[in-house]
């Protein structure tokens, strides 16, 4: 009677190659958590300089809206304002804090679901925060106010995008139904930030036009005029406008690298139309330019 032969076993190397396709889109999925996370803490930073360190510090439109509009005590309004701003920093730092663990294999004990889900409440604590300061700018503001949610946008969806990637620990944020979440949201989220600052260019917003005379005058000395200043802003504003368009219909990999770009000169022109004392201005809309570098990475090595 013939005895069955057994098939051979398979070869390490048959094994590694099934296994890098999984290690690869782990390595992506890792690397966009990261720099999304930094993005956040970033901006954590940079509220805190604005409302709470800076020599340039000011009040945030909660307070305004609590004492002005609500008329409610001026100290209340204060320690509302300060502990909101105080307890966002403290979330960045939580944050900060996680993600020095985020490489390390936490399992599953006690420890590790405290500090998981004191990452998701730190994330979703500066989502809620930088939203009220969002709504309370639209309710307040005199020009421009119904662009309030939308311009925003990226300051409050980055973190919660950040909350629904989930916890610390490689295999919290490398799931891929919660990676694709968090770049659509992130998406329409960058999408509506640069439709509004398109609309506000296109309109010759003026402090627009005051941070291309003041960082002309302080840097390039081109001899820029009002006039010039308007129509660069025109054309700005039509390229923001149509970015923002192509981003969400054609998942443009060139559509994100201009927003990367130029979200970044926009944030860093704060600080070369106004000094260097203007560092938190320039943190706080870290998003502007992170948002779409965190979506940049991903299509990229999606596609590779």
């Known amino acids: 009677m013939n ?11 048959d094994a590694a190659i099934g296994q890098a396709p999984e290690a690869e889109r782990i390595s992506h999925s890792f690397a966009m958590a990261v720099c999304l996370r930094i993005v956040v803490v970033v901006q954590c930073f940079g509220l805190g300089g604005r409302y709470l360190f800076a020599s340039l510090e000011i009040e945030s439109d909660v307070y305004g809206w609590l004492y ?8 209340i309004a ?14 960045g730092g939580v944050l900060c804090m996680n993600g020095l663990l985020i490489r390390k294999p936490l399992g599953d004990s006690s420890w590790s679901r405290v500090v998981g889900w004191s990452d998701r409440m ?8 930088m939203l009220l300061i969002a709504a309370a700018h639209m309710m307040r503001a005199a020009v421009f106010a119904e662009l309030s949610l939308p311009e925003h946008a990226v300051r409050y969806i980055a973190p919660l995008a950040l909350a629904v990637c989930g916890g610390v620990g490689v295999a919290s944020c490398v799931s891929s139904a919660r990676t694709r979440i968090a770049v659509i949201m992130l998406a329409f989220a960058a999408s ?5 600052h398109g609309y506000k260019a296109y309109q010759c917003y003026a402090p627009f036009i005051d941070l291309i005379l003041l960082s002309d005058m302080q840097w390039a000395n081109a001899g820029f005029t009002q006039a010039a200043a308007e129509k660069l802003l025109v054309a700005i504003g039509i390229a923001d406008i149509l970015v923002a368009l192509v981003l969400l219909a054609f998942r443009s990999r060139i559509a994100a690298f201009y927003m990367v770009v130029w979200g970044l000169v926009t944030a860093a022109s704060r600080m070369t139309a106004f000094g260097m004392e203007a560092w938190p201005e320039t943190l706080i809309r870290i998003a502007n330019g992170g948002v779409p570098l965190v979506i940049l990475i991903h299509w990229t090595t999606k596609r590779k």
């Open 68 to 75: 002005f509009d609500c008329h409610w005590s001026e100290s």
């Open 122 to 129: 730190a994330a979703v604590w500066i989502a809620i925060w």
């Open 192 to 196: 509506c930030t640069f439709a509004a």
């Open 3 to 13: 005895t069955p032969t057994s098939l051979p076993p398979a070869s390490t190397d």
């Open 78 to 91: 204060q320690s509302i304002d300060n502990l909101g701003a105080l307890t966002t920093l403290f979330a």
